[in-house]
């Protein structure tokens, strides 16, 4: 077991970044990449929105929230995400300047939980996501993989 009594809980972190295409899905209209039609049969080829998908909103979140532990783990160690609980609560656009903040909120034993969130310039919420890493020793968690 990996010892963190040392590590300060109030770690937090932020960053910038604008939407680009692979940050995004197309809603209201046909995807190629992964192939998918829309929910909607009667939706119509001029309907197409690109906006920030819920991989590259949790991805964001993720990053920012191990980003913040750079320096604060023991020697030989890494994170492993084990869970995520994610919602969208507005719209982002391609194109679209947000920011992401993460605080780390709860240690236990090895796992480390991080709230996060994406805003808008505006300070319109785009998301939250509550996420768990769990820190393990990186030699062993690599002679565990088939």
Same mark, same amino acid.
């Given at each position: ?87 969208? &609560?507005?719209?982002?656009? =391609?194109?679209? +300047?947000? #920011?992401?903040?993460?605080?780390? @909120?709860? *240690? $236990?034993?090895? !796992? ?7 805003? &808008?310039?505006?300070?319109? =919420?785009?998301? +939250?996501? #509550?996420?768990?890493?769990?820190? @393990?020793? *990186? $030699?062993?968690? !690599?002679?565990?993989?088939?």
């Amino acid at each position: 077991m990996v010892d963190l009594s040392g590590l300060d809980a109030s770690i937090t972190a932020s960053r910038t970044f604008t939407v680009e295409r692979a940050h995004t899905t197309n809603v209201f209209g046909e995807q190629a990449d992964p192939p998918a039609r829309p929910a909607a049969h009667d939706a119509g080829a001029d309907e197409p929105v690109r906006v920030l998908g819920s991989p590259a909103l949790l991805a964001w979140v993720e990053f920012t929230g191990r980003d913040s532990l750079h320096g604060h783990l023991p020697d030989g160690t890494g994170t492993v995400g084990v869970s995520a609980e994610l919602h969208h &609560r507005g719209a982002a656009r =391609l194109g679209t +300047e947000l #920011t992401v903040a993460t605080d780390l @909120v709860d *240690r $236990d034993g090895s !796992r480390l939980t991080f709230e996060g969130w994406v805003e &808008r310039a505006d300070d319109a =919420l785009v998301g +939250e996501v #509550t996420t768990t890493f769990r820190v @393990v020793e *990186r $030699d062993r968690f !690599r002679a565990s993989l088939p």
